[in-house]
């Protein structure tokens, strides 16, 4: 078993609205693995994107406690990459000059950053496009154009909000199939969110389903075969078992 990079104990995030409390996660604990690809699959409302704010450090928790490679988190984690559900895209910016800023603000030369820049433009289809500004793109080209920028910051921890929902579904495969090559082998961690079995499935060494507030349903570990070909594994016996599986419990935390 690899260590522990992240480490989360009895993590609590509460929100004040008005006059109420309202109680986003409570009691979480979590260790994720180095070098793993961890889904956390839940439902909406459930708490999600607000652990990846509190991975991310962008937020603080009401109580418990977040470890990175050993130490206690406090502010922002320059280690990790967050691509989050909503768009951060610089609009006065194009796309090539949106994707570069990480390495520029790390104050790397305009050639090395504008030829990684083109790479990764290229890797996520966006070639053709670099010159177009945030508003001349689709919703889901402005994804891709965010997931582009994060991965040009050569993050070690990858945290993704449910980065391929507004894709058609053959682009999404691609870009699981993207981003599974780009994890394999390269010792990054990926934290990886979505609402949907099959997506889970077909990315993950594990699974946590989430249920109301956060609360751990069922700590899956996906031990099927890579590379996972989604039309054949859609039929796999074991695939089928785990699928039925994760589906129950995200059933129980409905109830
Ligand atoms: N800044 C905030 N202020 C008040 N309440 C918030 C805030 N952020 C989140 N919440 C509440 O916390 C709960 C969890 O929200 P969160 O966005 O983490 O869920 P989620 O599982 O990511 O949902 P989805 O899948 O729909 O994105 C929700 O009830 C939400 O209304």
């Not at 104990?9 to 109420?20: A, I, N």
């Not at 980065?163 to 934290?191: C, I, K, M, Y």
């Not at 996972?228 to 599986?245: G, K, Q, S, T």
Request: glycine share 10%; charged share 25%.
């Amino acid at each position: 078993m690899s260590a522990a990079v992240i480490e989360v104990q009895g993590l609590s995030k509460h929100f004040r609205k008005d006059d109420e409390e309202l109680i986003a996660l409570r009691g979480v604990d979590l260790t994720v693995e180095q070098g793993s690809f961890l889904v956390l699959l839940g439902r909406s409302g459930c708490g999600k994107s607000t652990l990846l704010n509190l991975l991310a450090g962008l937020t603080p928790p009401t109580s418990g406690q977040i470890t990175y490679g050993g130490k206690p988190m406090r502010g922002p984690n320059t280690q990790v990459g967050y691509l989050t559900q909503h768009d951060t895209l610089m609009p006065w910016r194009d796309v090539a000059r949106n994707v570069q800023m990480p390495r520029e603000l790390r104050g790397e030369s305009k050639k090395e950053r504008a030829a990684v820049a083109a790479e990764l433009i290229k890797l996520v289809g966006l070639d053709g496009f670099e010159r177009h500004y945030p508003r001349e793109l689709s919703g889901g080209m402005r994804r891709r154009a965010s997931l582009a920028r994060m991965l040009c910051a050569d993050p070690e921890t990858l945290l993704l909000d449910e980065p391929f929902g507004a894709l058609d579904a053959q682009l999404r495969t691609e870009l699981q199939g993207e981003l599974l090559r780009l994890w394999s082998g390269s010792g990054r961690t990926v934290v990886f969110v979505t609402h949907d079995i099959e997506e889970a499935l077909i990315l993950a060494d594990r699974v946590v389903v989430l249920g109301p507030v956060g609360t751990i349903l069922l700590d899956q570990s996906v031990d099927l075969p890579r590379p996972r070909d989604p039309d054949d594994i859609r039929v796999d016996p074991h695939f089928v078992e785990l699928h039925r599986r994760l589906s129950a419990a995200l059933k129980e935390g409905a109830r």
